[in-house]
Every structure is written in structure tokens, then in C-alpha cells.
């Protein structure tokens, strides 16, 4: 009777897989990024083509300025606000135990930040350590709120409308042939200033 071969051991068949298995993963992407499928076909036909010129943007112009009911309308925002989030500190500081704190927050703007070093219970019976860290970041957003009121209506109070360039292009107009510039001179022992004109 004929001797068969012996078969290799299973961890020698295990890595044997494994490589091919490894070789058929490295060679099937590439032959699948050489043969797009069809859907991938029609999808790359419908794309725009990436050499063709941008169509044409609207054109802005970067000094167009908001028109004058924006001034006012960010003044009523920025103050509203303002008043809105005061309004709550102020109803809070009734509620409120501590006396200096609830005296704090009765100021307006700079109240909420005088309120948080009132923050806090000495470690009593009654000490509740997430009502005092709620309570004390309820209180730094009511301050935040106030103060980015106020930055809003003095936004609102200093922002350039559409009727202050006007009022710049008709006085651009009316001295078109008149330029000024100031002037300075300094000496061994003077100083001047003055304004050169030119018609």
C-alpha cells in the first residue's frame, strides 16, 4: 500500500489562508478602481467638468451700508436685552437667602459679577453643592446677558447707515475741487501745526 503525503500542520494552513486572503484584498481594490460600475459612470458623467470656469457671482460691494431703521432697531435689541436679563436678576434677588447677594444683584450690569463671591453655603445641614454651582453659573450668564446688551446698543448707537455715506458723497461732491491736509513743523525751539490747502 502507498504511503500518503503528510498534511502540514493547522497553524501552517491558518497563515497560508490568511496570505490569501491578504493577496485577494490588495489586488480587488485596484481592479475594482479600474472597472468603475456603471452607477459610479453615470454619477462622474452628471458631475460639472473641474477644468470649466466658475460661473459669475453676484457682485457685492463691501462698503454697502444697512439702512438707518438699523441703528435704531439694534438700539432697542441691545437695550431690551439688557432690561430682559436684568429684569431676571432682579426678581431672583427677592427670592434669594443671603442679603448681600440679593443686594448685589439689584445692580444693574456690574450686580451679577458682585453676586458670584456671595456664592456658596458654608458647608451647613442644608448645603446642596449643584444648587450652588447652578446658582453660580445662572448668575454669570445673567451677567454675560447684560453686558452683551449693552454692547449691542452701542453697536446700534455707533454703526454707519446708508444715510451717513450719503451725507459723506454729497460733501465729497460739494468740495471736489478743495484738498486740505494737515500740516507739522517742528523746530530748534517750535512746534506748529497747521492745515495746507490746495484749490
Known amino acids: 500500500m502507498a504511503s500518503r503525503p503528510a498534511l502540514s500542520s493547522a497553524p501552517s494552513v491558518i497563515m497560508l489562508a490568511l496570505g490569501l486572503f491578504g493577496l485577494m484584498g490588495i489586488v480587488s481594490p485596484q481592479r475594482a478602481a479600474a472597472e468603475p460600475s456603471a452607477a459610479t459612470a453615470a454619477v462622474a458623467a452628471q458631475a ?22 438699523a441703528r435704531r432697531n439694534m438700539m432697542l435689541v441691545g437695550l431690551g436685552s439688557t432690561a430682559v436679563w436684568y429684569g431676571a436678576a432682579f426678581g431672583v434677588s427677592y427670592a434669594v437667602d443671603d442679603p448681600a447677594m440679593a443686594k448685589d444683584l439689584r445692580i ?11 456664592t456658596g453655603c458654608g458647608g451647613g445641614p442644608s448645603c446642596n453643592t449643584l444648587l450652588v454651582v447652578l446658582g ?3 448668575t454669570s450668564l445673567d451677567g454675560i446677558g ?20 450719503a451725507k459723506r458723497a454729497r460733501a ?14 517742528a523746530g530748534k525751539n517750535t512746534v506748529g501745526f497747521g492745515v495746507l490747502g490746495v484749490f
Open 136 to 138: 453660580a453659573i445662572a
Open 108 to 118: 444693574p450690569i456690574v450686580g451679577p459679577w458682585m453676586a458670584l463671591s456671595h
Open 172 to 185: 465729497a461732491l460739494r468740495h471736489k475741487g478743495f484738498d486740505w491736509r494737515p500740516t507739522f513743523d
Open 48 to 69: 460639472p467638468d473641474p477644468s470649466a470656469p466658475l460661473p459669475p457671482s453676484p457682485n457685492v460691494t463691501l462698503d454697502e451700508y444697512p439702512p438707518p431703521s
Open 146 to 165: 447684560q453686558a452683551a446688551g449693552l454692547a449691542l446698543a452701542g453697536e446700534g448707537l455707533f454703526m454707519p447707515t446708508q444715510e451717513q455715506k
